[in-house]
């Protein structure tokens, strides 16, 4: 991929999980405070990023497969992220330190 190319697919990948994890927060809930809404915006973004990997693989994937893959991960990853910092913070508050 060229550059430029590579550029605004690293941006629609970070917007896309962004605004996933976003839509995720606004079907819930939870009671919305600017600490949640930031931070699922960060935690969707950072998960559907996974996707860049696959250009490493797979440096000619179209953009639409690439942001497709993205919101799989983002989806999946975010979920995963959230639960596996749920636990460590609960064991964290409990005295665990491991």
Do not use: C, Y
């Amino acid at each position: 991929m060229d550059d430029h190319k590579t550029a605004w697919t690293i941006l629609g990948l970070l917007v896309l999980g962004a605004a996933m994890g976003l839509g995720k927060l606004l079907v819930s809930d939870e009671v919305l405070t600017w600490r949640l809404i930031i931070g699922r915006a960060i935690l969707g973004a950072g998960a559907s990023m996974i996707a860049g990997v696959v250009l490493i693989q797979i440096p000619d994937i179209p953009p639409l497969a690439l942001l497709g893959i993205g919101s799989v991960l983002g989806t999946v990853g975010a979920q995963f992220i959230e639960l596996r910092l749920k636990r460590r913070a609960g064991g964290f508050m409990r005295g665990d330190r491991g």
